[in-house]
């Protein structure tokens, strides 16, 4: 054996990575614009503001990977999606602010490198990329032997957006009398996938590719759906109406995600039933016996995102996002608060 394979005895190829670059450059290329400057293989990735500032431009940053629901595409070996859901997780995260995300780099770790699983992973992220609009700027892909088994990985991203300060979108505005306007979910999104692995594969021993009761398919196409990206159409409300505050619904749901966008005096009072809920989440509560207040901490119940709006504008802000693909409901109000009151309170 020459000196040349004792790297690749080792566990690591780097041919095979070489090789990775060069197959994914089409696709990668396809998610830049004229902002970005030279190719891929460089040291970093270099992107133009010329054009996009403002007078007072800020960058907002975010970064998030995918959690254990990795481990679902690992169970069916289908790995183009798993992107999608990394790149919603991190741009749905900026658009919040009301920026726009300029670029993405993401970061793929595994015990080995197998290219056919890679690249498919790789074209969700342009998937993802395209769907909010920004760049696929640089990343790495990491060969670790001996930290991941075979056929596994981690995923993570890291992007940046840009927003002039006075679009800045922050829930300072938000006053009682304001409603609060759904999105709707595909599904589970990228959260509770510890708890929904324990009950589906542990308690009620089921296989990815067995059927339940309720679910129009297999259970591991049903968890695997993607995360929706909400960045353009919530870039549309916000250059169209009043938007006065927005937040994703991830981990934690409604009851701890949209006090972070409320200030001092205000709660949100939310009305449950006033919005569909994917059949995946009653099915998880029937089979896990879980409380309502439970499913409505763990999981996103059917809303991926909260935007609020002056009650006059939110018949014209429903029709816009409908307009845009998205299934938007008025699902709440927001109230003077008490002291000792909720900061979110579900009523039905």
């Known amino acids: 054996m020459s000196q040349d394979d004792r790297y690749r005895e080792a566990g690591v190829d780097i041919e095979k990575a070489d090789q990775f670059i060069k197959n994914i450059g089409k696709m990668v290329k396809s998610t830049h614009s004229k902002q970005v400057l030279g190719g891929l293989g460089g040291f970093s990735g270099l992107f133009s503001l010329a054009g996009l500032a403002g007078d007072d431009p800020v960058l907002v940053s975010s970064t998030d990977g995918v959690g254990t629901k990795l481990k679902i595409a690992f169970m069916t070996d289908k790995h183009d999606t798993i992107g999608i859901d990394m790149v919603a997780m991190v741009v749905n995260d900026i658009v919040v602010t009301g920026a726009q995300p300029l670029f993405l780099l993401d970061y793929l770790a595994t015990g080995r490198l197998e290219l056919g699983v890679a690249e498919a992973v790789l074209a969700g992220v342009v998937q993802g990329c395209r769907q909010a609009g920004c760049a696929l700027l640089g990343g790495e892909t990491a060969e670790m032997p001996g930290m991941y088994p075979d056929g596994e990985y981690d995923l993570a991203g890291f992007a940046v957006g840009l927003v002039d300060r006075p679009q800045i979108i922050d829930g300072s505005g938000v006053t009682p009398g304001a409603v609060v306007v759904g999105l709707a979910s595909s599904g589970l999104h990228s959260n509770g996938f510890s708890l929904v692995r324990k009950i589906v594969f542990e308690e009620l021993g089921l296989a990815v590719t067995d059927t339940a009761e309720g679910l129009e398919h297999s259970v591991g196409h049903t968890l695997l ?12 409300v916000r250059d169209n109406f009043d938007l006065l505050a927005a937040a994703h619904i991830t981990g934690g749901g409604l009851l701890e995600n949209l006090p972070r966008v409320l200030p001092a005096g205000c709660r949100a ?29 763990t999981f996103n119940w059917g809303l991926g995102m909260a935007l609020v709006v002056p009650a006059e504008q939110a018949a014209e802000v429903i029709a816009l996002l409908q307009e845009k693909g998205e299934q938007a409901f008025v699902v709440g109000r927001i109230e003077p608060r008490q002291d000792g009151q909720p900061l979110v309170e579900v009523r039905g």
């Open 225 to 236: 759906t993607p995360t929706r990206i909400y960045v353009k159409p919530v870039l549309a």
């Open 269 to 297: 009072v939310i009305d449950e039933g006033s919005w569909p809920v994917p059949p995946v989440f009653a099915w998880l509560q029937n089979a896990g016996g879980l409380s309502q207040r439970e499913m409505t901490r």
